[in-house]
């Protein structure tokens, strides 16, 4: 049985990464989720609950508390009039289907190769956050037809590899596209829920060989839990601060971060 004082440590340590993972999910388009998976891995394996599905629990419990952001976010941004809810009706079944075929891989793979592959993606994410520029485009409206149907299941299926929401991935393609960016972050937070229910209702039926106390499937109720009750108070917090500041400088600061967290996790899988 774990170290009571190591679990209320642990404990505390999710509530403030929970409330640090709301205010990015509203503020920067990035997804609560970037942040939580390696917190819930280094937790997990922290309480001695390490093993070759750990990643999977990860990605499952991250997922579960985007479905909550997810909704809280893009309501917070509804108000304000700033969701593009075309781009969430014509991309949604392409996204969930991706997400539905992610799960499926994600269940087949081992704790490293997750790993390796989120912090290969991350490192993409952190870059393009450091380096992307406002300027670069590839088209001045959102693609239909093949490349639409190629996009969407494509960001459904990373996303859920990943464990995060559709930020990450739909940001930047709308932005690419000429969507202005205070729109894009606000649809993108639409695209959280469309991903993660398929997906977490895929992990809930994975039969989990180590797992913590209050696990269902690959879903810990418990970190879920402790998360939600700070990001539902946060995340609104980040979608008022996202239509005040200039998110630029922020999101080359956080990219750095990012890109630390995304070694670490790569040269831990490889």
């Not at 108070?233 to 008022?240: D, E, K, L, Q, R």
Request: with cysteine; proline share 6%.
């Amino acid at each position: 049985m774990p170290d009571v004082t190591l679990v209320i440590s642990m404990g505390a340590m999710l509530l403030a990464i929970g409330a640090f993972a709301g205010v990015l999910a509203g503020l920067l388009g990035v997804g609560g989720g970037i942040v939580l998976v390696p917190a819930f891995y280094h937790v997990f394996a922290g309480l001695g609950y390490d093993s070759p599905q750990l990643m999977q629990m990860c990605l499952a419990t991250s997922l579960a508390t985007i479905i909550v952001t997810s909704a809280r976010s893009v309501l917070s941004h509804n108000r304000k009039g700033a969701v593009d809810w075309d781009i969430l009706r014509g991309w949604g079944p392409g996204i969930a289907l991706g997400a539905a075929i992610g799960v499926a891989v994600a269940a087949q793979l081992r704790s490293e190769v997750l790993q390796a592959i989120f912090g290969g993606l991350a490192l993409a994410v952190a870059l393009y956050m450091v380096l992307g520029r406002s300027a670069w485009q590839l088209g001045q409206a959102m693609p239909t037809g093949p490349v639409k149907w190629l996009l969407a299941p494509l960001m459904g299926l990373l996303s859920v590899l990943m464990g995060i929401g559709g930020g990450s991935f739909g940001v930047p393609v709308m932005t690419l596209y000429g969507r202005p960016v205070h729109r894009a972050v606000a649809t993108a937070a639409g695209f959280g829920a469309i991903i993660a229910v398929p997906a977490v209702l895929g992990f809930l039926l994975v039969d989990m060989a180590v797992a913590p106390p209050l696990s269902l499937g690959a879903v810990n109720l418990a970190a879920f839990a402790l998360v939600i009750a700070m990001t539902l108070i946060t995340a609104p917090w980040g979608a008022a601060l996202a239509h005040r500041l200039d998110p630029k400088p922020l999101k080359r600061v956080f990219g750095a971060f990012l890109m630390v967290v995304a070694l670490n996790m790569l040269l831990q899988g490889l």
